[in-house]
């Protein structure tokens, strides 16, 4: 069974820090995807990563996904309140033909005090 | 109107009930899927519909039992569920099979089994 193990799974910071939220596994993926959940609402995609190594921005967030395609890790620079959420990973197994069957890992919840 | 809809936004049925969720996408997608989000752990995937027909079927109980009357449309009907059922389901679209293809959320019915 293919598993995608997130750490820390909750982070409580003081605005204007810095932080790292893990996604590991033992399996490679074809992709990993990020997304962020806020309070009563579904999970919104922020990135795809899809070739090894490769390391992608989003304003303050960056992405990295590993050499080997079996973790990916997600850095916030200067965190906001509005950074506050739910942030998930999400896999596609090498092979799963695109059907969509993203294996998401537990969520890392984070706490952005003002 | 937003992409993915789904309602209604709140159920609370007893063990004895039949209920339906309904979801509607406006995406111009062509695959749908049931996901149930509880509690530290990671989304489960239930259902996947490509092009109206069940592609996946992750070992659900038969107490669910899911409908796609059109590309558009996805259903899950309840009935006779357990307490353990309560969580949050959630419904995504995508394009299928376009290469590392987003999940598209809707906001999720949060359903109380009593």
């Known amino acids: 069974t293919q598993l995608l193990e997130q750490s820390p799974q909750f982070l409580s910071i003081q605005e204007g820090e810095n932080l790292t939220v893990y996604c590991n596994s033992s399996s490679v993926f074809s992709s990993l995807q990020w997304y962020r959940q806020e309070p009563g609402e579904g999970p919104v995609l922020l990135v795809t990563?899809?070739?090894?190594?490769e390391v992608k921005k989003l304003k303050r967030l960056t992405f990295q996904f590993g050499d080997a395609r079996k973790d990916s890790s997600l850095h916030i620079t200067a965190a906001q309140p509005g950074d506050t959420g739910l942030y998930l990973c999400a896999g596609d197994p090498s092979g799963s033909s695109n059907t969509g069957k993203l294996i998401f890992g537990q969520g890392t919840t984070l706490q952005v005090k003002p | 109107e937003t992409g993915v809809t789904q309602t209604p936004r709140h159920l609370v049925m007893g063990m004895t009930n039949k209920k339906s969720l309904k979801c509607e996408q406006h995406l111009g997608h062509n695959a749908m899927y049931w996901y149930k989000q509880s509690a530290k752990k990671p989304l489960e995937l239930m259902f996947v519909?490509?092009?109206?027909?069940?592609?996946e079927n992750n070992s659900v109980p038969s107490r669910f039992s899911p409908e796609c009357p059109n590309s558009s449309h996805l259903f899950l009907h309840l009935h006779t569920l357990q307490p353990e059922d309560s969580a949050l389901y959630l419904c995504a679209s995508s394009q299928a099979p376009v290469e590392n293809s987003p999940l598209h959320f809707g906001n999720g019915t949060r359903l109380t089994v009593t």
């Open positions: 990563v899809v070739t090894g190594g």
């Open positions: 519909y490509s092009l109206e027909e069940r592609v």
